[in-house]
């Protein structure tokens, strides 16, 4: 009985195309990886070879890389948000490349650490649902280890965590909320001491100065529940309402079991945006421990794995939607040396990570490469909702499509120029043909996870719901 097939497998597995799958190759081989492999570069750095450490220098960067958990990237201030929420992320915003339209390829965390960790996107990878990630493919921390970097990881989010496949390349893995610790935590949800585990990350960046670290760090903040601690509690919210942002509270919103108003959405940003504050606040604490010294020599990346919407389409939080509230991410990136400078056109979160496996793979213009990356405005990045609703979001800088994933069938497109908010939906058969047309045929939903990987243990499931997990 632990084995149920997802009800969602429905449609024509294997037989759509997108982008990389017209071949006979596997599916989840990305063909870039193969290139890699192949490419004369690397003939001479075979994968598992044992190598000598060598000191980070700017072609063998150190690499931070810090996800604060479901920020939009309108509520940042380098993103022109009205409020201060976010000093730090603006401070490295002013130097480095802002990233004006970064695209998660999930709205819930699961697949969209595992298309950056991956460095290809679900319908390539055919890592959507929340199983642990086959131990076939070739993780970024694992890529890292084999070209002498120390790897390091600090995740608060129990789905980035070793049950799920995410610990494989990490010298050290510290996880913050395990299943153990889920399931022994009846409803109370423990918040962890972030602040003493950043200390710790920075501590092992700080000590292997003889080689290049890879530095990955997840925090829960600003995500639900909204219940940031005494020195932010009040950054824009009231004190008469902190219960509004109890996990309970928002779930009962976002199905609609209670009424919701214009005060109450108010009232959620507010105590959203403290969290977000937060965040921010850590991510400077983490750069501050990492130390400016260190900083000279390491590349930083900042981002969110997916946003958080507040009913402008009926639904709160992440996971169910695709529309740019829940898809819509910051994303900066830093080089130091290099100049500050914005980038207009689209890039995924998973172009970010196949990005991240060049640079600690050694390859030529990699770390140079962080700083333009992005696609032509015409073609399109993909965005998955949770596979229950089985939406998809074709998207490129003007238009974007909303799809059924389960059916084939497209929607509506939006025209995001003239309708940023995704108000007014256009629902003609041309728009449709000719954004279809612009990734050859509608994706559907990627194929099962291989039979090695097997599903999450209902009660485990059960309960990382049951603690308000359920919308990641
Ligand atoms: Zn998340």
Same mark, same amino acid.
Do not use: A, D, I, K
């Given at each position: 009985m632990t084995s149920a097939p997802p009800t969602w497998h429905t449609g024509p597995i294997g037989t759509h195309s997108t982008r990389l799958d017209e071949e006979t190759l596997p599916l989840r081989t990305p063909r870039w990886l193969l290139a890699l492999a192949l490419s004369p570069l690397l003939l001479s750095c075979t994968v598992g070879e044992e190598r000598e450490p060598t000191a980070p220098t700017l072609e063998r960067p150190n690499l931070v890389v810090f996800v604060l958990d479901a920020v939009r990237s309108d509520h940042v201030g380098a993103y022109g948000y009205e409020r201060d929420t976010t000093p730090n992320i603006d401070r490295l915003a002013r130097k480095g490349t802002l990233y004006n339209q970064a695209i998660a390829d999930a709205s819930f965390t699961f697949a969209s650490a595992a298309a950056l960790f991956i460095g290809a996107p679900p319908d390539e990878s055919g890592v959507l649902v929340r199983r642990p990630i086959p131990q076939d493919l070739h993780l970024l921390p694992e890529v890292a280890r084999e070209h002498g970097y120390r790897t390091y990881a600090y995740t608060e989010n129990p789905y980035v965590a070793e049950a799920f496949g995410f610990r494989q390349g990490f010298d050290e893995f510290d996880e913050a909320l395990s299943l153990v610790s889920l399931l022994v935590a009846g409803g109370e949800i423990p918040r962890p001491d972030s602040s003493a585990a950043i200390e710790r990350a920075a501590a092992f960046a700080r000590r292997t100065a003889d080689a290049p670290y890879l530095l990955y760090v997840h925090i829960l903040r600003p995500h639900n529940p909204y219940a940031p601690p005494a020195g932010f509690k009040r950054r824009f919210s009231s004190s008469e309402h902190d219960e509004l942002g109890s996990t309970t509270s928002l779930l009962a919103f976002d199905y609609g079991k209670k009424p919701f108003s214009d005060t109450d959405r108010q009232q959620l940003i507010d105590l959203y945006d403290d969290g977000l504050a937060f965040g921010d606040a850590l991510f400077g604490a983490c750069l501050r421990a990492v130390g400016e010294e260190e900083l000279e020599n390491t590349v930083v990346v900042l981002l969110s794995d997916h946003g958080e919407a507040? *009913?402008?389409?009926? *639904?709160?939080?992440?996971?169910t939607t695709v529309f740019d509230e829940m898809i819509r991410v910051p994303l900066v990136v830093h080089v130091p040396g290099l100049p500050a400078g914005q980038i207009e056109r689209p890039v995924q979160l998973s172009d970010l990570g196949r990005g991240l496996h060049r640079v600690v793979a050694g390859l030529p213009g990699a770390v140079t490469g962080l700083t333009t990356l992005g696609r032509p405005p015409t073609e399109p990045t993909l965005s998955w909702s949770v596979a229950q609703v089985g939406q998809v979001a074709v998207r490129t800088a003007e238009r974007k499509l909303v799809a059924d994933a389960k059916t084939g069938v497209a929607r509506v497109v939006f025209d995001l120029v003239r309708d940023p908010g995704e108000r007014a939906p256009i629902r003609s058969a041309e728009a449709k043909a000719a954004m279809v047309s612009t990734i050859g045929a509608l994706p559907s939903l990627p194929v099962e996870p291989a039979a090695d990987a097997p599903p999450i243990a209902p009660r485990v499931q059960k309960q990382l719901e049951a603690l308000g997990y359920v919308n990641d």
């Open positions: 507040f *009913r402008e389409h009926g *639904r709160m939080l992440h996971s």
